[in-house]
């Protein structure tokens, strides 16, 4: 990044945007595809989300999508219903209950780092946000398990579920968490865990740190801010994987402003963000 000149005045750092599923928390693996294997018996189905078919079902955001994905790849018999839309809806809310009868019972902690951060950020009254496709009961169920606390007393806006009609990459769901903060993009971080995530944020002008998981280890984080392993702990250091340097054991409050004042700094050919948002049909 080129910098400039020290007199001109910088953005300060004032919201923090997460996002949930491989973020906050590894819930893909054994929580997600675990509830919809779950749904599957429960609506007399035989299929079978492995860990690998489940990783491919990734490349698209939102579980009714990945169903729909899943029957049109799959078992294309299923889309002579004429109920289709319904059943996978109702199929979807049966697996959203499973997920979070799971999440409750403890089976999925948090990331290193998240507690951590968020406490710190909410210490020195820099807001935090969430912009996720999972649903608001799923997000519920997560924040309850570990925090003992409603979502809304940690994050002051909630962009979950459908509350836009186009999911990640689209931009869609940051530009509503931005208008509700009434926030400009460059007064906020996004830390993201995959590329669709990542291209959102960056469409919705949004400087992004990458955590990676077992799932996006792999993808192509061009344009991030930064990419960490995971946030780490003060005694178990994070790794950095690539973009800004990591100057500290562990992602925490002064590494984001570290981090964000140097985006700020720098000049806007630099930063390169996307302006316009990857469009992802609605359904």
Request: aromatic content about 8%; some cysteine; charged content about 20%.
């Amino acid at each position: 990044m080129t910098v400039r000149p020290a007199t001109l005045r910088t953005t300060p750092l004032q919201a923090v945007i997460f996002d949930v599923d491989g973020t906050l928390a590894e819930t893909e693996l054994d929580g997600h595809r675990v509830a919809f294997n779950q749904a599957f018996k429960e609506f007399g189905l035989d299929w079978n989300w492995t860990p690998e078919l489940y990783g491919e079902l990734l490349a698209v955001t939102g579980g009714k999508e990945r169903i729909r994905l899943y029957v049109e790849t799959h078992d294309v018999r299923m889309l002579d219903r004429r109920d289709f839309d319904v059943w996978v809806a109702r199929l979807h809310q049966r697996k959203s209950a499973l997920y979070s009868e799971r999440v409750l019972s403890g089976a999925i902690p948090l990331r290193p780092g998240v507690a951590r951060l968020i406490q710190e950020l909410r210490a020195v009254g820099i807001r935090t946000a969430i912009a996720t496709t999972t649903t608001p009961s799923g997000l519920h169920s997560l924040i309850m398990a570990h925090f003992e606390a409603d979502m809304s007393s940690l994050f002051e806006v909630i962009g979950a579920g459908d509350r836009v009609a186009k999911k990640k990459p689209a931009a869609d769901i940051y530009h509503w968490v931005l208008q509700q903060l009434n926030l400009p993009p460059e007064a906020c971080l996004a830390i993201e865990d995959s590329y669709a995530g990542l291209t959102a944020a960056r469409a919705a002008g949004i400087p992004t740190v990458i955590t990676v998981n077992a799932y996006t280890a792999d993808q192509d984080f061009d344009g991030a801010l930064s990419v960490v392993a995971d946030l780490g702990e003060p005694d178990a250091a994070a790794r950095h994987l690539g973009g800004l340097p990591l100057t500290r054991p562990c992602v925490d409050l002064a590494q984001l402003l570290a981090w964000h004042q140097e985006y700020s700094a720098a000049s806007p050919e630099d930063k390169r963000i996307d302006s316009q948002a990857v469009g992802v049909s609605a359904t």
